[in-house]
T-cell receptor, first 114, second 110 residues
Framework: DTEVTQTPKHLVMGMTNKKSLKCEQH?????MYWYKQKAKKPPELMFV???????INESVPSRFSPECPNSSLLNLHLHALQPEDSALYLC?????????????FGPGTRLTVT | QKEVEQDPGPLSVPEGAIVSLNCTYS??????FMWYRQYSRKGPELLMY????GNKEDGRFTAQVDKSSKYISLFIRDSQPSDSATYLC??????????FGPGTRLSVLP
């Protein structure tokens, strides 16, 4: 089973809302990732969680906040987003952060900020 | 110069054609070379990865890496309309430092 699940599939939120995106994998992977993908662009890495340690792309604004409740779950908390944050948010996992060559992606959450 | 370059397409071919998709890169430290397929509004799907130079085949797909030229290719034989998607190359070194190419949109016409 190489499945990564993400909920919700679609999300529309206002700029003052707080919402969360959820990601789950049951492959026993120890590294999980959040990516942001704008239309006709490749995914851009936002965060990496590996063995409960967080690595951050320093260009990601603080209105995005990741949380890893356990090794199979990864959340992305959203607060005070801007319309330019509208994008497809992808979760991925791999056996370890040193095994990025075998990342498995979820279907994504399509986020629209109004 | 971008770290990884890829012709964005769109590339349109007739069904049954052999498709060649390519990426060039500038960082000679890259060791692993991946190809992902992404259908519209879906997440990327890993097709295959190759370590260092050489060829790797999986069904209708063949990946080639030429590190001396900093050039990688994905060949699709007997292309099908279901192969219509965006193809993203990606590469990494030291197991991390993962970079996607910009992607090539492919349309296989029935």
């Amino acid at each position: 089973d190489t499945e990564v699940t993400q909920t919700p599939k679609h999300l529309v939120m206002g700029m003052t809302n707080k919402k969360s995106l959820k990601c789950e994998q049951h492959m026993g992977h120890r590294a999980m990732y959040w990516y942001k993908q704008k239309a006709k662009k490749p995914p851009e890495l936002m965060f990496v969680y590996s063995y409960e340690k967080l690595s951050i792309n320093e260009s990601v604004p603080s209105r995005f906040s990741p949380e890893c409740p356990n090794s199979s779950l990864l959340n992305l908390h959203l607060h005070a987003l801007q319309p330019e944050d509208s994008a497809l948010y992808l979760c991925a996992s791999s056996q370890a952060s040193g095994r990025t060559r075998e990342q498995y992606f979820g279907p994504g959450t399509r986020l629209t900020v109004t | 110069q971008k770290e990884v370059e890829q012709d964005p397409g769109p590339l349109s071919v007739p069904e049954g054609a052999i498709v060649s998709l390519n990426c060039t890169y500038s960082n000679s430290a890259f060791q692993y070379f991946m190809w992902y397929r992404q259908y519209s509004r879906k997440g990327p799907e890993l097709l295959m990865y190759t370590y260092s130079s050489g060829n790797k085949e999986d069904g209708r797909f063949t990946a080639q890496v030429d590190k001396s030229s900093k050039y990688i290719s994905l060949f699709i034989r007997d292309s099908q309309p279901s192969d219509s998607a965006t193809y993203l190359c990606a590469m990494s070194y030291y197991g991390q430092n993962f970079v996607f190419g910009p992607g090539t949109r492919l349309s296989v016409l029935p």
